[in-house]
């Protein structure tokens, strides 16, 4: 969503790289580039004025006039400012004192309420909560229908003791939740309610009866963030007809301009809570301002990758594979522990939006955006036409058995060859990785081999010509002569001295990942991380 505000801001940073000091002109011309690229992104013009002029006056003070590299210090201060604009810092759930806790949802028809009922249930279930949903919306056509099927998916309770489609009261049905919540012990009770095409007063009444009626710990304004500047009128009306605690932005993944998100917390005063990203029930989490504009800005998300990561991965798994990588060499290390590996990066989400929380992810767009995420599945399916055997040993993988897999997984022989290669090259990596002989983010788990079918990460081989490994280049002969024949050797051996041996892989940070000059070392909190803490 944030594509084209994420490439323009990028683009003005660019211009400020290499200089030593900001004269006033470069304040105001970069001041100008991203007042252009917020109107664009159709922010709301209150908040881009009071965020341009919160930059241009630290801009000019002490703290980039100072700074030894002015650019990152100007990178510092729209961060911060877009932290604020996004409401400052993490908002949690109050949670009652004596249960059940009441989260009431209003929105207008068509930001998504029920569905997103269904994924803060979810979320809550996870967090160890005993949801109950409320079927309050009874005009619109099976809407208490869709609450019910949303309900078993997610698998929590539901009351929904009218039909719905025009027949009942959602005043009383949102009062008696209450009655059977505490009767039943669940602790938190969400109420779903009804929305309309537009604001009017008939919405706004039987919202405010229904939060009279439950007096709700909670009250959650739900918008689609692909609706630009009409999220801030919608807010406003809403603020002052029912009133509410905090925002919901859903379809995070759209591919509007994404203004509502960065103006609905600063017009309204009130914070973004949750946000919701996909159509799954799992596409749904806390709003961390300070993680969505370092995504803004291109600099990557990674506490949110982690978190993630966390939440697939099962430590006593990944204690044994680091055992099995360590041990002989990585050659434990079978086509099953890869198949597990890739069935929990799955179950971690998209592939292409695992990969946009890594730092500089806006410059690889285009691959990202070319990606299939198919392509896992296909590989999962050539590794299940694979006997165990083969799987235990892919040693015995010879051209036979290749064909046969080929042909029962519905892929060419080539593509069978190729996953073969690339899983003993990423063997051999995260091998490496294992025993500490390779710095850097190549050993991650998945990521060594290269991503199968995404152009320029390793899915294609080049098509670019080879050297042949048989053939002698010119200067490869020796000479007949001993003399000149005993320096040609001793050239060769510096040479051969001089390139990086095995577990000595060249950074691209400068020097080599062994431990030179330029290594690259990873935050405490990443490292711990990728140790199977």
Same mark, same amino acid.
């Given at each position: 969503?944030?594509?084209?505000?994420?490439?323009?801001?990028?683009?003005?940073?660019?211009?400020?790289?290499?200089?030593?000091?900001?004269?006033?002109?470069?304040?105001?011309?970069?001041?100008?580039?991203?007042?252009?690229?917020?109107?664009?992104?159709?922010?709301?013009?209150?908040?881009?004025?009071?965020?341009?002029?919160?930059?241009?006056?630290?801009?000019?003070?002490?703290?980039?006039?100072?700074?030894?590299?002015?650019?990152?210090?100007?990178?510092?201060?729209?961060?911060?400012?877009?932290?604020?604009?996004?409401?400052?810092?993490?908002?949690?759930?109050?949670?009652?004192?004596?249960?059940?806790?009441?989260?009431?949802?209003?929105?207008?028809?068509?930001?998504?309420?029920?569905?997103?009922?269904?994924?803060?249930?979810?979320?809550?279930?996870?967090?160890?909560?005993?949801?109950?949903?409320?079927?309050?919306?009874?005009?619109?056509?099976?809407?208490?229908?869709?609450?019910?099927?949303?309900?078993?998916?997610?698998?929590?309770?539901?009351?929904?003791?009218?039909?719905?489609?025009?027949?009942?009261?959602?005043?009383?049905?949102?009062?008696?939740?209450?009655?059977?919540?505490?009767?039943?012990?669940?602790?938190?009770?969400?109420?779903?309610?009804?929305?309309?095409?537009?604001?009017?007063?008939?919405?706004?009444?039987?919202?405010?009866?229904?939060?009279?009626?439950?007096?709700?710990?909670?009250?959650?304004?739900?918008?689609?963030?692909?609706?630009?500047?009409?999220?801030?009128?919608?807010?406003?009306?809403?603020?002052?007809?029912?009133?509410?605690?905090?925002?919901?932005?859903?379809?995070?993944?759209?591919?509007?301009?994404?203004?509502?998100?960065?103006?609905?917390?600063?017009?309204?005063?009130?914070?973004?809570?949750?946000?919701?990203?996909?159509?799954?029930?799992?596409?749904?989490?806390?709003?961390?301002?300070?993680?969505?504009?370092?995504?803004?800005?291109?600099?990557?998300?990674?506490?949110?990758?982690?978190?993630?990561?966390?939440?697939?991965?099962?430590?006593?798994?990944?204690?044994?594979?680091?055992?099995?990588?360590?041990?002989?060499?990585?050659?434990?290390?079978?086509?099953?522990?890869?198949?597990?590996?890739?069935?929990?990066?799955?179950?971690?989400?998209?592939?292409?939006?695992?990969?946009?929380?890594?730092?500089?992810?806006?410059?690889?767009?285009?691959?990202?955006?070319?990606?299939?995420?198919?392509?896992?599945?296909?590989?999962?399916?050539?590794?299940?036409?694979?006997?165990?055997?083969?799987?235990?040993?892919?040693?015995?993988?010879?051209?036979?058995?290749?064909?046969?897999?080929?042909?029962?997984?519905?892929?060419?022989?080539?593509?069978?060859?190729?996953?073969?290669?690339?899983?003993?090259?990423?063997?051999?990596?995260?091998?490496?990785?294992?025993?500490?002989?390779?710095?850097?983010?190549?050993?991650?788990?998945?990521?060594?081999?290269?991503?199968?079918?995404?152009?320029?990460?390793?899915?294609?081989?080049?098509?670019?010509?080879?050297?042949?490994?048989?053939?002698?280049?010119?200067?490869?002969?020796?000479?007949?002569?001993?003399?000149?024949? *005993?320096?040609?050797?001793?050239?060769?051996?510096?040479?051969?001295? *001089?390139?990086?041996?095995?577990?000595?892989?060249?950074?691209?940070?400068?020097?080599?990942?062994?431990?030179?000059?330029?290594?690259?070392?990873?935050?405490?909190?990443?490292?711990?991380?990728?140790?199977?803490?």
């Amino acid at each position: 969503m944030f594509a084209t505000l994420s490439d323009r801001l990028t683009a003005t940073f660019k211009n400020l790289r290499g200089k030593g000091r900001l004269s006033e002109a470069d304040i105001d011309a970069t001041a100008r580039e991203i007042r252009v690229a917020l109107l664009e992104a159709d922010v709301a013009l209150p908040v881009v004025k009071d965020f341009i002029a919160a930059v241009r006056e630290r801009a000019r003070g002490e703290e980039v006039s100072q700074a030894l590299n002015p650019a990152q210090q100007m990178i510092q201060i729209v961060n911060d400012e877009l932290v604020r604009i996004l409401g400052g810092e993490t908002r949690r759930l109050r949670f009652a004192k004596q249960p059940p806790t009441v989260i009431m949802l209003a929105g207008l028809q068509g930001a998504g309420k029920t569905t997103l009922a269904g994924k803060l249930a979810l979320w809550l279930k996870d967090q160890g909560k005993q949801p109950l949903l409320v079927a309050a919306d009874l005009q619109r056509p099976n809407a208490v229908t869709q609450l019910q099927v949303v309900a078993e998916r997610a698998g929590v309770a539901v009351w929904a003791p009218e039909p719905g489609n025009g027949v009942g009261d959602p005043v009383a049905v949102a009062r008696s939740s209450i009655e059977h919540a505490t009767a039943k012990l669940y602790d938190v009770v969400v109420v779903d309610t009804a929305g309309r095409l537009g604001v009017d007063a008939e919405l706004m009444k039987q919202a405010a009866d229904i939060r009279d009626a439950v007096k709700p710990d909670e009250t959650l304004f739900v918008v689609d963030a692909m609706i630009g500047q009409d999220a801030v009128t919608t807010a406003l009306a809403f603020q002052d007809g029912v009133g509410f605690d905090g925002v919901v932005l859903t379809k995070l993944d759209g591919d509007a301009r994404g203004g509502a998100a960065l103006s609905v917390a600063s017009v309204t005063g009130k914070p973004v809570m949750f946000a919701s990203a996909g159509e799954k029930l799992t596409d749904f989490d806390v709003f961390h301002p300070e993680r969505m504009a370092s995504r803004i800005l291109d600099l990557g998300d990674m506490l949110t990758l982690i978190e993630t990561a966390q939440k697939a991965f099962d430590a006593e798994q990944a204690e044994e594979m680091a055992r099995k990588l360590q041990a002989k060499g990585g050659k434990e290390f079978t086509f099953d522990d890869f198949l597990q590996q890739m069935q929990a990066i799955k179950k971690m989400g998209s592939f292409k939006s695992l990969l946009g929380m890594l730092p500089g992810a806006g410059q690889m767009r285009e691959a990202l955006e070319s990606f299939d995420e198919r392509e896992l599945d296909r590989v999962q399916a050539i590794v299940h036409s694979m006997t165990p055997a083969e799987r235990d040993n892919p040693k015995i993988l010879n051209g036979s058995r290749r064909a046969r897999i080929a042909k029962g997984s519905g892929r060419q022989v080539s593509e069978v060859n190729q996953l073969v290669e690339r899983f003993f090259m990423a063997r051999e990596m995260m091998s490496q990785a294992a025993r500490g002989k390779l710095g850097g983010l190549g050993g991650m788990p998945g990521m060594a081999g290269g991503i199968p079918g995404l152009p320029g990460m390793g899915g294609k081989k080049s098509k670019g010509k080879q050297p042949k490994q048989g053939k002698k280049g010119k200067g490869g002969s020796r000479s007949g002569n001993p003399a000149k024949r *005993a320096a040609q050797l001793a050239a060769a051996e510096e040479k051969r001295s *001089a390139e990086p041996q095995p577990g000595q892989v060249p950074s691209a940070f400068g020097g080599d990942a062994a431990g030179g000059d330029g290594n690259f070392e990873l935050p405490d909190d990443i490292a711990q991380f990728l140790k199977g803490r």
